[in-house]
């Protein structure tokens, strides 16, 4: 089942772009990664799903219901973190998560301990008197207090210390072990990585690539590192079968796609001393998307 159907959605702020005919889905109980810089379209495509801000063209769904004419009952159950939270500044922390547990209905004292707890924060603060942190943080506890069955993430971590973003990686695992669906918006490959096992890229308001993350990475090229004698490299260097990076007297770094079979029967023809084959990194194949043209794009 997917939670979260994305169609040909199309939205331009008079006659600039937010996004452009972006579209994939997610599926229910999974942890999806939405990953693109600065200004790519995320948070347009995320304030769209959750009828914060209207489609110019295409549709959405969410749990099988429309984003526009269901937008209240979808909040019932969402959860959501923006990448910049604002608040009224005068409240106490505790008066404003307590406001916040009132839109629905029940309340569960436990759950509000447990999550200010597991983040550290202090209810009995002003807002104005956090730090970026931990206004994050509260943020972070108002998302999660009714326990969400999707929750979306917009870039999450800015603000967090490496301490407080290791236990919201945890917070976060853990509500998915328990049913929740994930949309984690980010441009940090790291945190991505870590936590999703499918990802959407998103470059100038369209999805470039949809894939797992292990076939993302095997079904692109590989780092090859050839060590031979130098006569054997001069030859080898000139083939049009790679992409050569480095070249060293007695190595050879190169980039091949292709059949691995055709590589090592054109080896096969040199005294090869010793040989490695990785599949990229998550970073190498986001400067792959991000830094080349669009009609430069390796096929997938």
């Known amino acids: 089942m997917n939670i979260v159907e994305v169609h040909h959605l199309k939205k331009y702020y008079g006659k600039h772009r937010g996004v452009e005919d972006v579209d994939f889905h997610i599926k229910e109980g999974e942890i999806f990664g939405f990953i693109g810089p600065n200004g790519a379209g995320k948070s347009t495509t995320i304030r769209c799903a959750l009828s914060l801000i209207f489609p110019t063209e295409g549709s959405i769904s969410i749990f099988g219901l429309d984003s526009i004419k269901d937008k209240v009952e979808i909040a019932r159950h969402v959860g959501y973190l923006p990448s910049e939270v604002a608040y009224y500044e005068n409240m106490k922390v505790k008066d404003l998560l307590a406001y916040s547990m009132s839109f629905y209905g029940s309340t569960d004292p436990k759950r509000l301990k447990n999550l200010t707890e597991r983040m550290d924060l202090d209810i009995n603060r002003k807002i104005d008197d956090l730090s970026l942190g931990n206004k994050k943080k509260v943020g972070i506890v108002q998302g999660l207090l009714q326990r969400p069955k999707l929750i979306i993430l917009d870039e999450p971590t800015s603000g967090l210390d490496p301490l407080m973003q290791q236990r919201f990686f945890d917070l976060i695992e853990e509500e998915n072990a328990q049913g929740a669906t994930v949309l984690f918006s980010s441009h940090i490959l790291s945190e991505v990585k870590r936590l999703s096992s499918r990802i959407a890229l998103i470059k100038d308001g369209r999805i470039e690539d949809m894939n797992q993350i292990a076939n993302l990475q095997k079904n692109h090229y590989k780092n090859v590192r050839l060590t031979a ?58 400067m792959e998307y991000y830094v080349r043209p669009s009609d430069e794009h390796p096929s997938s």
């Open 229 to 286: 004698d130098p006569a054997a490299l001069d030859q080898f260097e000139q083939s049009s079968m790679i992409d050569v990076k480095d070249r060293f007297t007695n190595e050879l770094h190169f980039q091949y796609r292709g059949e691995i079979n055709l590589l090592l029967r054109e080896l096969a023809q040199f005294d090869v001393h010793n040989l490695s084959m990785e599949d990229p990194t998550l970073e190498e194949l986001f």
